[in-house]
């Protein structure tokens, strides 16, 4: 078998973690991946490895993106969480202070922290929907909520992209693609999109592994609310949607960000920084606002803050495929791992937990 091509920088003393970075590319059996780590005020880990194409025949790049599923959903929080700090939405605000249409009784803080209970839809719906903004949010607005709003948490795993950016599309008239572009990746730095122009579809990894039966709608890892979450509409798990221009094209913050693992954690280093948030909103969205066993996802237990997954040892968000966007508070630093080949989180972990070592902190 042929070494899949490896390229990027570790500082010196980080060399276990392209060590371990190099396992898990040579053990994936379709595209490539991503990592890159930035502790102590500077850049440690930047590598990637592996292939763009589903083919393998084009190595990844320094600039090579991919879809990292829910690693989007702070992306879009953060259009949000911005309006808030200018003071142009209230956390405890109504949403249809704003969005009068939204059936769902919530606030803002409610709909940040996964709480409304819009995480399905009653009746099916086309693909097609995916890729129409406005008939989606139209859709959304009469759906009846599966709890009521405050009452219980889950995971909004399509639709939580629409309901953060509609919100921000009406009170400050962009779309949360064009806010992000505009507010956060642009002033940051960030090589993250939602909604791709022509020159950034030409540098995107094909998503592989969608074809095994553990991503099939009746495979056993669904739990019933989940299956309903993922798969209606349907394409979000189906190699000829998601890696189709049109979907690459279309706004769906829940899930499809395209970025490189620098940009994810580069957000979460910004943070750390204490750029782009102020200090009390920026503590604010990264503490528990919602605790529970989440009802689309199931357990264990899980918090949530405004727009993040909140543990004792940081916030961040994990992607269904394997992606990780994560700033770790106890040790001071911010990873992202993409993946281009779907699974579990075992390789980011494996890689992650070499970054702790060398840190001299205990493993996940």
């Known amino acids: 078998m042929t070494t899949p091509p490896l390229d990027g920088r570790v500082a010196p003393g980080f060399e276990p973690v392209r060590e371990a970075f190099a396992d898990v590319v040579a053990a994936q059996p379709g595209t490539g991946a991503a990592v890159a780590a930035w502790s102590d005020g500077r850049w440690v880990v930047d590598l990637w490895g592996g292939w763009a194409d589903a083919g393998r025949t084009i190595p990844w790049r320094r600039d090579t993106t ?9 992306f879009a929080a953060l259009t949000a969480l911005l309006l ?3 003071g142009l939405l209230d956390l405890d605000a109504p949403v249809q202070r704003h969005w009068p249409e939204l059936r769902a009784a919530a606030t803002v803080r409610q709909v940040l922290s996964h709480q409304t209970g819009l995480v399905a839809l009653a009746d099916p719906a086309p693909t097609a929907l995916l890729h129409d903004w406005d008939a989606l949010c139209a859709r959304l607005a009469v759906e009846e909520p599966r709890w009521e709003s405050g009452t219980a ?3 909004s795993a399509l639709f939580y992209g629409h309901l953060v950016g509609e919100l921000v599309r009406r009170v400050d008239g962009r779309t949360p ?9 642009g002033p940051l730095g960030l090589d993250f999109a939602i909604g791709l122009r022509d020159d950034e579809l030409v540098r995107v990894a094909d998503l592989t592994g969608l074809d095994s039966p553990e991503w099939a709608p009746d495979a056993p890892r669904w739990t019933p609310l ?19 221009e049109r979907f690459r094209r279309a706004e769906v913050p829940a899930v499809n960000g395209h970025g490189t693992a620098r940009a994810v954690a580069g957000l979460y280093a910004a943070l750390l920084r204490g750029e782009l948030l102020s200090p009390s909103l920026c503590d604010e969205a990264a503490r ?39 700033a770790c508070t106890t040790g001071g630093y911010a990873y992202g791992f993409t993946t281009g080949s779907m699974g579990g989180h075992d390789g980011s972990d494996t890689v992650e937990n070499a970054l702790r070592e060398v840190l001299g902190l205990p493993p996940l």
Do not use: H
């Not at 979450?229 to 189709?244: C, E, I, R």
């Open 66 to 74: 991919v879809m990292p599923y829910s690693v989007t959903k702070p």
């Open 84 to 86: 808030v700090d200018r």
């Open 153 to 155: 948490i889950g995971e």
């Open 177 to 185: 693609g064009a806010f992000l572009r505009d507010e956060v990746c």
């Open 226 to 244: 989940l299956r309903q979450a993922m798969f209606n509409p349907p394409g979000a798990l189906d190699a000829g949607t998601v890696n189709s």
């Open 288 to 326: 528990p606002q919602a605790c529970g066993v989440d009802a689309v996802m199931g357990g264990p237990e899980r918090c949530w803050g405004l727009g993040f997954a909140v543990e004792d040892d940081g916030f961040g968000m994990g992607g269904t495929g394997g992606s990780v966007g994560w």
